[in-house]
């Protein structure tokens, strides 16, 4: 059984945070998930010569490769690198997004790219905020004129 390579490539500090993140939940993952942040003076050539020897490392038969923002130049450099056939490029990279591709490295490349973008769009969410337990409320009647922000 052959297991699926993950590649973050971003805006530095962003990738190598995100590959810690991984190996926080997943321990074992580090021999298949590496990052390469981009650093802001860095020449996109040098990147993508660095990234390259990233994808030749990881030696796995398909790789799927994750950036933070579409058009950036973490971005730029990855198109430059995934050929579409043993590797594949998903932008919008999130800590969902990865423990999900990660969770599910063992299936094939289709299968991972999907459950990759699933999981970083569910993990997206606005939470609802209730009241505080255990507060007690105030009476809308108290005498208290002074109970509105200065």
């Known amino acids: 059984m052959s297991t699926i390579s993950i590649l973050i490539i971003a805006h530095a500090p962003l990738a190598h945070a995100l590959r810690e993140c991984a190996l926080h939940v997943f321990p074992d993952c580090g021999s298949s998930v590496t990052a390469l942040d981009v650093q802001p003076n860095q020449p996109p050539e040098e990147s993508l010569a660095q990234a390259r020897i990233l994808l030749d490392q990881l030696g796995a038969d398909s790789t799927l490769v994750l950036t933070d923002v579409f058009g950036a130049t973490p971005c730029n450099i990855a198109q430059r690198l995934v050929d579409g056939v043993r590797s594949r490029l998903v932008t919008g990279v ?57």
Do not use: F, K
Request: without cysteine; charged residues 20%; proline residues 5%.
């Open 94 to 150: 999130n800590l969902p997004m990865l423990l999900r591709a990660v969770s599910y490295r063992t299936e094939p490349l289709d299968s991972v790219v999907t459950r990759a973008v699933v999981g970083g769009t569910q993990g997206v969410m606005q939470v609802a905020i209730s009241a505080p337990q255990n507060q007690n409320r105030r009476n809308r009647h108290d005498q208290d004129s002074y109970d509105h922000q200065q």
